[in-house]
């Protein structure tokens, strides 16, 4: 079990949608010194020429208030007009991208061409949504998604988007990461002796929490960290809120419960949040993983702050060594 002094700010580590909803919980609970939210980049690819950072976009509208709740993706009160006539002409129209997305992503394009990291770029694009708790990369080095299948080898957006989740899962490749570091605001969350502690989103292991995993040095530095690391549940009763972490474990032979997505966090997972549903589990954790038990399906933002306090206030009952309620 970590130990250490009470610390002021939490690290989230997340993906896309599921943990865009709790990193806009926390964000409405702790302060922008109080919290950094370290995103997934290995979805990120590049489309007619421009640079795509899916996870890193989906939390940056979320907590701007901009995103798009119908669809899960993209931006409010879109329109399609580029995407539109981009079909009309015979372009490449499998990924969907809105004018008010181009937009955003010329002005990536634009501020990469100037010479900044992608760390860089997102604080300035922050700056312009009016958010003000920091969203960094996991890393500013590129890092592929690879998802080896039972049709072929095939990059993440190709599996997710063209083929729909529906090749079955062999196993997953991070083209790059062994080369990757943390990014710098992210390296230096690692290794700040007085961090309250990491929450991990309820987002896919496999596909969101995996790759930031797999930069060299993550997984040591969580394991010796002085804070609490405690994960969100991304199943309820047996399937997935969104996305296909329930079909990628059926696929890779895992059994489809929280206590095979606690399992990839071992070596440094200190508790985990169970939804109420699956309350009956509480007792199929190891001795060392505390468990808590919470509402964790987020429709409103009232659940994801509600969510995002009874996290930090687990978090805190570790901190302190007293069992969790």
């Given at each position: 079990?970590?130990?250490?002094?009470?610390?002021?700010?939490?690290?989230?580590?997340?993906?896309?949608?599921?943990?865009?909803?709790?990193?806009?919980?926390?964000?409405?609970?702790?302060?922008?010194?109080?919290?950094?939210?370290?995103?997934?980049?290995?979805?990120?690819?590049?489309?007619?020429?421009?640079?795509?950072?899916?996870?890193?976009?989906?939390?940056?509208?979320?907590?701007?208030?901009q995103n798009n709740p119908a669809l899960?993706?993209?931006?409010?009160?879109?329109?399609?007009?580029?995407?539109?006539?981009?079909?009309?002409?015979?372009?490449?129209?499998?990924?969907?991208?809105?004018?008010?997305?181009?937009?955003?992503?010329?002005?990536?394009?634009?501020?990469?061409?100037?010479?900044?990291?992608?760390?860089?770029?997102?604080?300035?694009?922050?700056?312009?949504?009016?958010?003000?708790?920091?969203?960094?990369?996991?890393?500013?080095?590129?890092?592929?998604?690879?998802?080896?299948?039972?049709?072929?080898?095939?990059?993440?957006?190709?599996?997710?988007?063209?083929?729909?989740?529906?090749?079955?899962?062999?196993?997953?490749?991070?083209?790059?990461?062994?080369?990757?570091?943390?990014?710098?605001?992210?390296?230096?969350?690692?290794?700040?002796?007085?961090?309250?502690?990491?929450?991990?989103?309820?987002?896919?292991?496999?596909?969101?929490?995996?790759?930031?995993?797999?930069?060299?040095?993550?997984?040591?530095a969580l394991s010796r960290t002085n804070?609490?690391?405690?994960?969100?549940?991304?199943l309820i009763g047996g399937q997935a809120?969104?996305?296909?972490?329930?079909?990628?474990?059926?696929?890779?032979?895992?059994?489809?419960?929280?206590?095979?997505?606690?399992?990839?966090?071992?070596?440094?997972?200190?508790?985990?949040?169970?939804?109420?549903?699956?309350?009956?589990?509480?007792?199929?954790?190891?001795?060392?993983?505390?468990?808590?038990?919470?509402?964790?399906?987020?429709?409103?933002?009232?659940?994801?702050?509600?969510?995002?306090?009874?996290?930090?206030?687990?978090?805190?009952?570790?901190?302190?060594?007293?069992?969790?309620?």
């Amino acid at each position: 079990m970590n130990t250490g002094r009470q610390g002021r700010r939490f690290v989230a580590l997340c993906g896309g949608v599921g943990g865009a909803k709790l990193a806009f919980g926390l964000a409405r609970v702790l302060g922008p010194d109080q919290l950094l939210v370290v995103v997934n980049t290995g979805d990120d690819f590049e489309h007619l020429g421009l640079p795509i950072c899916p996870d890193l976009d989906t939390v940056l509208y979320t907590l701007a208030g901009q995103n798009n709740p119908a669809l899960g993706w993209g931006r409010a009160d879109e329109s399609w007009t580029a995407y539109k006539e981009m079909q009309r002409l015979g372009g490449a129209d499998w990924f969907q991208l809105g004018d008010k997305d181009i937009g955003l992503h010329l002005a990536r394009r634009h501020l990469f061409d100037s010479g900044k990291t992608l760390s860089a770029v997102m604080k300035v694009l922050a700056e312009r949504l009016g958010v003000t708790t920091p969203i960094v990369p996991m890393s500013d080095e590129p890092v592929r998604t690879m998802v080896h299948t039972d049709q072929g080898k095939l990059a993440f957006q190709e599996y997710f988007v063209g083929h729909k989740c529906a090749p079955a899962v062999r196993a997953i490749e991070f083209a790059g990461a062994a080369n990757a570091t943390p990014s710098p605001d992210f390296a230096a969350a690692l290794g700040d002796p007085d961090l309250a502690g990491f929450i991990i989103c309820p987002s896919n292991p496999f596909l969101s929490i995996d790759p930031i995993l797999a930069i060299p040095g993550v997984r040591h530095a969580l394991s010796r960290t002085n804070a609490p690391v405690v994960a969100v549940t991304p199943l309820i009763g047996g399937q997935a809120v969104k996305g296909p972490a329930a079909k990628i474990l059926q696929e890779l032979e895992l059994p489809v419960t929280p206590m095979s997505v606690a399992a990839r966090y071992d070596g440094f997972l200190d508790g985990f949040i169970l939804d109420r549903r699956d309350a009956e589990l509480s007792g199929a954790f190891p001795a060392s993983v505390r468990v808590g038990v919470e509402q964790t399906l987020m429709v409103s933002d009232d659940d994801k702050t509600a969510l995002a306090d009874a996290a930090i206030a687990f978090v805190r009952r570790i901190r302190k060594g007293a069992s969790p309620s």
